[in-house]
């Protein structure tokens, strides 16, 4: 099969530079005595012609889905814009924007939190902001877990004087903790954005009030 007779060939430069930092790379791992750390974090150097050909296929359907999650997005935007008081996350470029999620915000987390527990009840799953992880409030992060006790990054007097946790990011958290809404997919219909824009609508002033 010509994809396995392509795999014999020598590796490019690229591959190879990759494979070349690994190794460094696992061998100060492997000094530091954490081998099982080492095979972890380069277990993710290697693409094979499979795997490139599956990326390929994916990147061609880019353009529609980004087109067509824009129009779910779109429709359920212009189907809660004239709701009294309605605060929408801020959105710096709404032309631009991807459309995954359109998310209200609310005057505390309970009124959030009552906005998710009726909108289930409505059959219309929702959730707060997700996708990326907040950081500081990690456990690794907040207690500066790093491979080995002498690795030198919070070994210095700035790296001491660093501190992590719920304190140091306070307004990001508070955000994150008032805005909930729903997720959308690009293969959503139009009966499916109205069902979502129904229960917006009726849910969103009973809480928010």
């Known amino acids: 099969m010509r994809p396995l007779q392509a795999a014999q060939r020598p590796p490019s430069r690229s591959v190879a530079s990759l494979r070349q930092r690994a190794v460094s790379r696992r061998k100060v791992l492997q000094r530091a005595d954490h081998q099982a750390q080492a095979r972890a974090l380069l277990s993710n150097f290697?693409?094979?012609?499979?795997?490139?050909?599956?990326?390929?296929?994916?990147?061609?359907?880019?353009?529609r889905v980004?087109?067509?999650?824009?129009a779910v997005a779109r429709r359920v935007y212009e189907g809660i814009a004239d709701l009294p008081g309605l605060k929408l996350r801020h959105r710096p470029d709404p032309a631009g924007e991807l459309g995954v999620g359109v998310y209200l915000g609310f005057a505390s987390k309970e009124?959030?939190?009552g906005f998710l527990a009726a909108m289930k009840s409505?059959?219309?799953p929702c959730s707060p902001p997700s996708g990326s992880a907040v950081l500081p409030v990690q456990k690794y992060a907040?207690?500066?877990?790093?491979?080995?006790?002498?690795w030198?990054?919070?070994?210095?007097?700035?790296?001491?004087?660093i501190q992590y946790g719920a304190k140091s990011c306070?307004?990001?958290l508070d955000v994150l903790n008032r805005f909930g809404g729903v997720a959308l997919d690009p293969k959503?219909?139009?009966?499916?954005?109205?069902?979502?824009?129904?229960?917006?609508?009726k849910v969103y002033p009973k809480v928010a009030g």
């Open 46 to 63: 290697r693409m094979n012609e499979f795997t490139g050909a599956v990326l390929v296929a994916q990147v061609r359907k880019l353009d």
């Open 66 to 70: 980004a087109s067509d999650i824009r």
């Open 111 to 113: 009124k959030r939190d």
């Open 122 to 124: 409505e059959n219309v």
């Open 142 to 150: 907040e207690e500066k877990l790093t491979v080995h006790p002498a």
């Open 152 to 161: 030198p990054t919070f070994n210095s007097p700035r790296g001491k004087a």
């Open 170 to 172: 306070p307004r990001t």
């Open 188 to 201: 959503y219909t139009v009966s499916d954005t109205r069902d979502i824009v129904a229960a917006i609508r």
